[in-house]
């Protein structure tokens, strides 16, 4: 697959990130984590990604690798897009300044090693509940929810494809 260079340069890893992350800090910048499958790209993930982005000046999207959605039981054909796709996708969206896999459970070792100033989920998450919360609280960031687009969901876009 042919990348666009633009958007090949937000595809990343914890090293070249944490890099990143230390200039985006030297210049007082404000970092937003979230994370997520991002499996069918939908108008309620850019709507999201969009308000994540407006918390702060630099949005890094963790996303589940194939193995890790597979854990999740999202369902035997999930994910419909492979983790390359899918970060594809997500790097060509202008709000989204990085891309990173993450191939654990939980983005909670990514979310140490990054440090972001901000962690942000969907409103289905209590922000006490959210993985990572303790991590950013410690350091005197904020944890925020984000309301959900109503009507949009991967799931429900895969059972009006199949007729369910």
């Not at 962690?119 to 006490?128: F, H, I, N, Q, R």
């Not at 969901?153 to 494809?161: D, L, P, Q, W």
Request: hydrophobic content about 40%; charged content about 25%; some cysteine.
């Amino acid at each position: 697959m042919s990348l666009n260079k633009k958007v090949y340069a937000k595809l990343t890893t914890v090293d070249e990130l944490k890099q990143r992350l230390a200039v985006v800090n030297f210049f007082g910048r404000k970092i937003v984590f979230t994370n997520g499958v991002f499996d069918i790209l939908h108008t309620g993930h850019v709507d999201y990604l969009s308000k994540a982005r407006d918390l702060g000046d630099f949005l890094v999207v963790g996303l589940n690798t194939d193995s890790s959605v597979k854990r999740l039981n999202k369902g035997p054909e999930r994910p419909i897009n492979n983790e390359q796709a899918r970060a594809t996708v997500l790097g060509a969206l202008e709000c989204v300044n990085a891309v990173i896999f993450f191939d654990e459970d939980t983005p909670y070792e990514l979310i140490k090693a990054l440090q972001p100033d901000v962690l942000v989920k969907g409103s289905d998450y209590k922000p006490e509940d959210i993985m990572g919360s303790d991590i950013v609280k410690a350091k005197g960031g904020e944890v925020k929810t984000i309301e959900l687009s109503q009507g949009f969901s991967t799931t429900n876009i895969i059972k009006k494809i199949s007729g369910s």
